[in-house]
């Protein structure tokens, strides 16, 4: 009974993670039927309808939302204790499932990839990347890179390296326009704006103990970092963004710091995953590359010359 209790909850939770019943097959190595089968069998357990389904989407019931938040922190303790016995056995294995910001990703992990699958071959890595800040528990991720605050105490954080946000706009931009000598001056700028930052229309800045927190407009929005840095680079106005992001830019003069003298909100970038008692070795390996992918110190921090300061 107990194994075919936990097949159907394993179905459940793939499905959940997952998002499609073709996805959770795919995860568990079955086919779609059986996972229907499963699904169908913990319902008729339970007598309850545990999801909506459609052609278009799934979703939880009522029913089943309260039963997941039940069961979930028992089949991670499960997952949990089969890990750690793959890992006392030999090198880490298994599938490994991470969230990473874009931008960063795309200039710091992703050249990585192959040298690391390389070195692990027992692990195959899902990575996904978004800027979003996705639930780790409720989506089924190992691990996430977040870059900022950390607000979610259900999760284990690990410093990888400073950062800072600075402003930063091309030679001709600020050539044509008129570099600002003050916080104030930005609202005659064109602005660019990262839609994911907390109050994207205003921005605050700090200088000792004077906080100022200026509106600022601008006709180019965007939720990834790359285009609105091509968009400075090509003049396009003055941008809030992260040193890592431009740091080469900075170096080769492409790009120069507006109103270095004022200092933004600060942020850190850290690793993120759920705070378990045993972290499997899969996860401690990635942690691991990050930190070899990043440097110490940071890559971009030897390009700008040293340490971020604040």
Same mark, same amino acid.
């Given at each position: 009974m107990l194994g075919g209790l936990y097949s159907e909850l394993e179905a459940f939770e793939a499905i959940l993670t997952q998002g499609s019943f073709t996805a959770a097959a795919r995860q568990l190595g079955v086919t779609t039927g059986a996972i229907t089968r499963r699904l169908h069998a913990l319902e008729t357990r339970l007598g309850a309808k545990l999801l909506n389904r459609s052609t278009r989407r799934l979703s939880l019931t009522e029913s089943g939302r309260d039963y997941y938040a039940q069961i979930a922190p028992a089949l991670a303790q499960i997952a949990s204790a089969a890990e750690r016995v793959h890992d006392l056995g030999g090198e880490p294995r298994g599938e490994l499932r991470v969230s990473l910001p874009m931008n960063f990703g795309r200039l710091y992990v992703t050249p990585r990839l192959p040298a690391f699958l390389q070195r692990w071959p027992g692990i195959a890595l899902d990575a996904q990347f978004d800027d979003r800040y996705v639930d780790l528990i409720g989506e089924g991720y190992d691990l996430a890179i977040r870059i900022g605050?950390?607000?979610? &105490?259900?999760?284990?954080?690990?410093?990888?390296?400073?950062?800072?946000?600075?402003?930063? %706009? &091309?030679?001709?931009?600020l $050539?044509?326009?008129? %570099?600002?000598?003050?916080?104030?001056?930005? =609202?005659? *700028?064109?602005?660019? *704006? +990262?839609?994911?930052?907390? /109050? =994207?229309?205003?921005?605050?800045? *700090?200088?000792?103990?004077?906080?100022?927190?200026?509106?600022?407009?601008?006709?180019?929005? &965007?939720? +990834?970092?790359?285009?609105?840095? @091509?968009?400075?680079? *090509?003049?396009?106005?003055?941008? $809030?963004?992260?040193?890592?992001?431009? %740091? $080469? @830019?900075?170096?080769?003069?492409?790009?120069?710091?507006?109103?270095? /003298?004022? &200092?933004l909100v600060p942020i850190g970038l850290y690793a993120v995953y759920p705070g378990r008692e045993y972290r499997p070795r899969k996860v401690e390996v990635f942690i691991d590359f990050l930190e070899e992918a990043i440097g110490r110190p940071a890559h971009w921090e030897r390009l700008l010359g040293g340490p971020p300061h604040g």
């Open positions: 605050a950390l607000d979610d &105490s259900r999760l284990v954080a690990r410093r990888l390296a400073d950062t800072r946000r600075i402003l930063v %706009a &091309s030679p001709d931009y $050539q044509r326009r008129g %570099a600002p000598r003050a916080p104030g001056e930005l =609202v005659g *700028h064109d602005c660019l *704006h +990262y839609t994911l930052f907390r /109050d =994207v229309a205003t921005w605050e800045f *700090h200088r000792g103990r004077e906080t100022l927190r200026v509106p600022v407009r601008g006709r180019l929005r &965007s939720n +990834y970092g790359a285009p609105l840095v @091509e968009a400075a680079l *090509h003049g396009g106005g003055i941008l $809030q963004t992260a040193t890592f992001a431009v %740091a $080469q @830019e900075l170096a080769d003069g492409r790009l120069c710091e507006v109103l270095p /003298d004022w &200092s």
